[in-house]
């Protein structure tokens, strides 16, 4: 089991942690020792969460604030005639689950939640944290439920769990559902990103039905109705850093408190013991001071962190909402809303369309994960010393430049750096590449997958390719949005500068300001320019980059230990890891959007063609480097599901 956990996060390139991510499926495709469950019914299922951690005593489903607790029991709410739209036989074998399983009567039935498997106990989380930086008290599972802890055939754990089953006591002023439009979204990312190398929790399932719920998609006073849908989510765990937010004391800003914060010398100890016993067995066994476990816990939490968001940047892909209660406490993607992977490359994309702010901007999601862990170190600061988490957490930003070092050199085939070498100019150059994707509005992906077929020895050969990926001036006049009106903006910058305290209480931040500033200056930039100059200052930019990437790979073959191998076989090479590292298809906004459109005519073909397509990303396909006009269609995201 600990290789489960830390088989993702001990990489020491995204090339290794790309292999690992597939092996670990690889490992039960393979497997024909131990027999598969047929069916649902037959899994084994053994729920020491429930036994480790205090249960609520009260067990009536009504909504409350639940003190003293860490899961409330529920029973999930039934649906009409639920129906599967698709299953994952990769994340269901985790289960130790036969494929044919789905084919089975029982398994939308139990993946709907009318049905409650042998040996599953459902419960709902209760857990805190801080949205959009402000603590919000208690949240915990308002939609999803936990079903039970199933041990496959070889003795690994994974905790099963149901996304839109219904009312719980955490569903505060909502309904316990989610609707198709973001369970399928959720289904599809979570086997993305697997399947990209970057650490997630799976999805199992993703099933509809003919029950009704009310959503004003936009926030707009548009009422529709949409169908109820159910995603099976799978996962060592889905404990989250707001989950140790319960114990926090009255907040000062916003003057609520974490529902347990009486019973904190009791079960604060006692989450964190179970926590680390359970997920992080290595630190549990070797170390045997409380406080000294505390601490190795903690560091290697900000490590497998660091990694992860690196894995999110280097794929180009943006959270949306990464508040407290969003973030595992075992280092992975969790809780799929309005993520969204660039198009062109603009690190201060937006993909949430309630951010009003830009808090959770692409560019800001290592910081915002740093914040986040230091909300974590405050929240178990009775037992470990924030002094003895502080230095632990400044380490934060070398480990993630490192592990975003690591993942870009693998993209752009840099193999042959050891440690101790200076990698000055690859470092520029990856600054200037990034520079000049942004400066050219160029698809992120695309270009990345285009250097795959990069030849020092004729570098202007991919330009014509490069140049096709650059976002139309009309398109991207249209695609750069401002938030503040021109005659206000003035004034806020200067009051930014001068006060930036009351910037924050107007519900901005001075970085925010800063790009908003940036943006009118685009606006009026692109404004005066022509498709044929911004053509001629684009080609010269690549120009640029082309011949400083030559350069690069150069150093990098001088670096190569055997000398003999000719320059042909070494761009093989090169080219072959390069594509096992840049994928040719991600799930842009517009693929996800026409499987759902589909799929509410009640066609599902092109959810699971998509799924097929995102479980072989690398692989490229005719059509796959679609023109940026395609790409860059915009698709507003909000949190309503």
């Given amino acids: 089991f600990s290789f489960m956990i830390r088989g993702c996060f001990r990489a020491t390139s995204a090339a290794i942690a790309l292999l690992s991510a597939r092996n670990l499926t690889a490992r039960f495709l393979c497997s024909t020792a131990a027999v598969m469950a047929a069916t649902l019914s037959d899994l084994k299922f053994d729920n020491r969460t429930l036994r480790a951690l205090p249960l609520d005593k009260e067990e009536r489903n009504f909504v409350r604030e639940v003190k003293g607790a860490c899961f409330s029991r529920v029973q999930p709410t039934p649906v009409k005639n639920p129906e599967l739209i698709a299953a994952s036989p990769s994340a269901l074998r985790l289960l ?106 799976r999805a199992g399932s993703v099933v509809t039905s003919e029950s009704r719920v009310t959503r004003d998609v936009f926030y707009t006073g548009n009422i529709i109705q949409e169908k109820c849908s159910i995603v099976s989510r799978i996962a060592p765990t889905f404990l989250r850093f707001g989950s140790f937010e319960i114990f926090k004391d009255t907040d000062d800003m916003t003057g609520r408190a974490g529902p347990s914060v009486e019973h904190k010398k009791d079960m604060l100890p006692r989450m964190l013991d179970y926590t680390v016993e359970a997920f992080y067995p290595h630190i549990h066994e070797k170390y045997g001071d409380r406080e000294e476990r505390y601490l190795h816990f903690f560091r290697e939490i900000v490590e497998r962190t660091a990694e992860l968001v690196a894995g999110w940047q280097s794929v180009g892909w943006c959270h949306g909402v990464l508040n ?145 990926q650059l976002t139309p001036l009309q398109t991207l006049r249209g695609a750069i949005k401002t938030r503040i009106p021109a005659d206000k903006l003035p004034m806020l910058a200067i009051l930014s500068e001068s006060n930036p305290r009351m910037i924050m209480q107007l519900g901005l931040s001075p970085e925010f300001i800063q790009q908003e500033l940036k943006r009118h200056e685009q606006k009026a930039t692109l404004a005066r320019l ?96 679609l023109p940026p006009e395609v790409c860059n269609d915009e698709i507003c995201v909000t949190c309503s599901s």
Wanted: proline share 5%; net charge negative.
């Fill in 96 to 201: 130790g689950l036969d494929p044919a399983a789905v084919d089975a009567p029982d398994f939308v039935e139990i993946m709907s939640g009318n049905k409650v498997a042998q040996g599953s106990e459902p419960a709902a989380h209760c857990y805190c944290g801080h949205q959009f930086g402000s603590f919000a008290g208690q949240l915990g599972d308002g939609a999803a439920m936990y079903l039970g802890e199933v041990v496959n055939q070889e003795g690994e754990r994974w905790e099963l769990q149901l996304k839109g089953a219904g009312l719980t006591p955490y569903s505060r002023t909502a309904d316990g559902r989610k609707v198709l439009r973001s369970s399928v979204r959720e289904f599809l990312c979570s086997e993305a990103m697997h399947f990209l190398g970057v650490p997630t929790t």
């Fill in 324 to 468: 407290t209660d969003n973030m595992s406490i075992v280092g992975l993607t969790i809780d799929y809303g309005p993520f969204g992977f660039l198009d062109r490359y603009n690190p201060a994309h937006i993909c949430n369309g309630s951010d009003d702010t830009g808090r959770y901007a692409f560019q800001n999601q290592p910081k915002i994960c740093k914040w986040n862990l230091g909300k974590l170190a405050e929240a178990i600061a009775d037992v470990l010393p924030i002094e003895k988490t502080t230095p632990v957490l400044q380490t934060f930003d070398a480990l993630y430049a490192g592990a975003f070092q690591r993942r870009m050199f693998a993209k752009l085939g840099i193999f042959h750096t050891k440690d101790g070498d200076s990698v000055d100019r690859e470092l520029a150059f990856v600054e200037q590449l990034l520079n000049t994707m942004e400066k050219t509005a160029a698809d992120f992906t695309n270009v990345f997958r285009i250097l795959c077929s990069f030849d020092p020895e004729n570098p202007e050969a991919v330009l014509p390719q490069l140049m096709k």
């Fill in 530 to 625: 022509s498709q044929e100059e911004l053509d001629a200052t684009s080609m010269q930019l690549w120009k640029e980059v082309l011949q400083a990437y030559q350069g690069v790979l150069e150093a990098d073959n001088a670096r190569q230990p055997d000398q003999h191998i000719p320059r042909q076989q070494q761009q093989q090479e090169r080219a072959e890891h390069m594509r096992k590292t840049n994928p040719a298809f991600i799930l842009r906004n517009f693929v996800a959007q026409r499987a759902i459109e589909r799929a509410e005519r009640g066609d599902y073909a092109e959810v699971r063609r998509v799924l097929d397509r995102l479980q072989r990303p690398f692989e490229e396909e005719e059509g796959d480097l």
